[in-house]
């Protein structure tokens, strides 16, 4: 498909179901925690999309070349993609889905941040400013409300990392001529380069193995297969064909069903603030992709 300068129908619908999966994703890599060291959790699911992205590229004889002037970008990514996952699987230990959720998919705030100043044709308007406030309003609610049993300044932070590092994948994969690499090789990078890494940096976070049971395989599996494989690549095909910040700002959708989803099957008690600190990243998000009155008139 054609690069195009604006979401319609079709990319509505995948990004809505992409904001779907990676909602419940929360809660399984939560319950994942339960059985699994949680960075070891992250390395066995990157080696788990290795495997199955090869068997996948070979099946539909897709190229495993990569250009060489693409390679640093590949890298950068994959190394990113460590931190991210570090900080998510971490986050979501030490705190609740809720939570994390708020503070990780603010994801599109700190793109646009970045795209404003890297990217000619993404510039921040005054709507977009409004909606990076409101956003940034909703992360420092979340962030400074300190009660409840389950939160902690480094869950917070490790969050935070993770969500940095998802925009700064998400702008390098616009900038760098990894752009014109299909979207199968590009995630083959992340998950060739985070395995060793996340399973290198394992023990450091406790006993690789905790009361393992059949759900959390169940979990690793479908985290493996709709996530960090055939998730993933949707996500990068469908950044190859629409505008950047439009397709993250999709991910509103993710932290309130995320948050949802954990009070509904995880029995989490979700406070007032983090409610409203919801509502302002989910509205701020929405804002940033929203288009003016005229502009969507012509």
Request: aromatic share 12%.
């Amino acid at each position: 498909m054609e690069r195009k300068s604006h979401i319609d129908t079709f990319g509505t619908v995948a990004l809505i179901a992409f904001s779907l999966n990676l909602g419940f994703n929360q809660v399984v890599v939560k319950v994942t925690g339960d059985g699994l060291n949680p960075v070891f959790a992250a390395g066995l699911r990157s080696v788990g999309a290795v495997v199955v992205l090869l068997i996948w590229m070979r099946l539909r004889g897709a190229s495993f070349s990569v250009p060489r002037r693409a390679w640093a970008g590949g890298v950068i990514t994959g190394l990113l993609f460590v931190i991210e996952f570090t900080g998510l699987f971490v986050a979501l230990d030490l705190s609740t889905v809720s939570r994390v959720s708020v503070i990780f998919y603010s994801m599109p705030v700190w793109l646009t941040l970045m795209a404003h100043w890297l990217l000619p044709s993404e510039r921040l308007t005054r709507l977009r400013l409004a909606g990076l406030g409101m956003a940034m309003a909703g992360v420092a609610l979340a962030l400074s409300d300190r009660s409840g049993g389950h939160v902690s300044w480094a869950g917070d932070i490790m969050a935070l990392m993770s969500a940095l590092s998802w925009a700064g994948i998400a702008l390098c994969l616009r900038i760098t001529p990894l752009s014109e690499v299909p979207p199968a090789p590009q995630l083959l990078f992340q998950v060739v380069i985070s395995a060793p890494i996340l399973l290198l940096l394992a023990p450091l976070f406790g006993p690789l193995v905790r009361e393992f049971e059949p759900v959390h395989l169940a979990a690793l599996i479908y985290q493996i297969f709709a996530v960090a494989s055939f998730g993933y690549l949707a996500w990068f095909w469908l950044l190859k064909i629409y505008p950047t910040s439009s397709v993250a700002s999709f991910s509103f959708l993710s932290p309130v069903i995320a948050v949802l989803l954990g009070w509904l099957l995880l029995s989490e008690q979700v406070a007032l603030s983090v409610w409203g600190a919801l509502f302002l990243v989910a509205a701020g998000i929405y804002l940033i992709n929203r288009k003016p009155r005229l502009q969507a008139a012509e």
